[in-house]
């Protein structure tokens, strides 16, 4: 179908934001804008900046498109690139005000979230979207919450019996109180080496692999600089498998594939920077354990209650335990790189028809969340 220039739907991009994962949003945004139809959406994106501020970025796609599609690693727990000098001068913008005030012409209007992390990717800008009552791509605020906290994802997937690695939640509280202690106990109860991880954080950011109670002590202390919860995870000798998954009431799935990293494990530097990691797609499976891989994906996805799309990665022990889910990611990254796209690439499914996709599915969404809303409101109030 082709839009006119007055009947496209305005498509709000949001991209940057306060985490660690900043410049991994940018580059993601530079990718998106780059490959949606301009004759169906008429795009407003719309950077939040390192401190939070909402700056109409009119001119945001040729800028982001001139920086290098190499990103560095943050130096800290806040990521110290500057969106401000990519967008246009002007006053800042909230958010809800502008998607307001974009939906006065009665145009459909959708967000796409684009942003990695705290203050994004878990349910806050998604609650600030259901407030302005607009369409909005991907997870919802419980989903999108539950699914960014390791610790409660991991207690929601242990409560639907979804198998995972041997893992143990750790509080700021408690390192304070004996980080030796918390040391003996990880140490103990998973073995070394292990993996230490923030709760709420992605793109490996903050994690680190501790070999002993000494490194295991320095791991939890770097991790605790981007969250207040920890999770330590056993390691164990596996395949690392992804696999894509798109929709709302039925799901599609994309083909698994396989990561070879390029480093001890699959860190930020070799995700964004080297790129030295062998993607392999379709990863090569026995068919059995490609249909439980697919099963698990599903079941987790409902688990979680996430909508729209998610990767699903697991840890293959082959010959031992099978596929062992690590974790759902609601906002996967869409560089090229990324394995989200690259793996609905590989299954017929373009980029930008992947965008449109996720773009109707948000629609469908919001059309029967606001029956529900309406008729509540209709029953109350009579």
């Known amino acids: 179908m082709t839009f006119g220039a007055t009947d496209r739907i305005r498509l709000i991009v949001l991209f940057g934001g306060q985490s660690a994962e900043h410049d991994v949003s940018c580059t993601t945004a530079a990718h998106v804008l780059d490959a949606v139809d301009h004759n169906r959406y008429q795009v407003e994106p719309i950077g939040i900046t390192n401190d939070g501020r909402f700056v109409h970025a009119t001119e945001a796609k040729a800028l982001l498109a001139a920086r290098d599609e190499r990103v560095t690693p943050s130096g800290g727990p806040v990521g110290r690139s500057e969106l401000a000098p990519l967008v246009p001068d002007g006053p800042p913008a909230e958010l809800l005000s502008s998607v307001v005030e974009l939906s006065a012409d009665q145009h459909p209007v959708v967000v796409l979230p684009l942003l990695h992390g705290p203050l994004g990717e878990d349910g806050t800008v998604q609650g600030l979207c259901e407030l302005a009552d607009v369409a909005y791509v991907g997870a919802g605020v419980l989903g999108s919450a539950v699914t960014m906290d390791k610790v409660m994802a991991k207690t929601v997937l242990s409560s639907h019996g979804i198998p995972q690695t041997k893992w143990l939640a750790v509080s700021e509280a408690e390192v304070r109180a004996d980080q030796e202690a918390v040391a003996k106990r990880a140490a103990a109860e998973l073995g070394l080496p292990c993996f230490v991880k923030p709760a709420n954080m992605g793109s490996s950011v903050g994690v680190s692999r501790a070999k002993t109670e000494d490194e295991l002590v320095e791991a939890v202390a770097t991790a605790l600089q981007y969250d207040e919860w920890v999770v330590i995870e056993e390691a ?131 059309k029967r969340r606001s029956v529900k809303r309406v008729t509540g409101r209709n029953v109350r109030g009579g």
Do not use: C
Request: net charge negative; glycine share 8%.
């Open 236 to 366: 164990v000798t596996a395949r690392e498998i992804e696999i894509s998954i798109l929709g709302n009431d039925h799901l599609e799935l994309s083909v698994p594939g396989e990561i070879v990293p390029g480093a001890e494990f699959y860190d930020y530097e070799d995700k964004y920077v080297d790129g030295n990691a062998e993607l392999i797609i379709p990863a090569v499976l026995p068919p059995p354990v490609n249909e439980r891989i697919k099963e698990l994906a599903v079941d987790a996805f409902r688990a979680l209650r996430v909508e729209g799309m998610a990767r699903a990665d697991f840890l293959y022990e082959e010959g031992g335990r099978g596929p062992l889910l690590n974790e759902l990611n609601t906002i996967p990254g869409f560089t090229p790189i990324s394995m989200y796209p690259k793996l609905w690439q590989a299954t017929g499914l373009s980029y930008s028809e992947l965008i449109d996709r996720l773009i109707d599915l948000a629609f469908e969404r919001h």
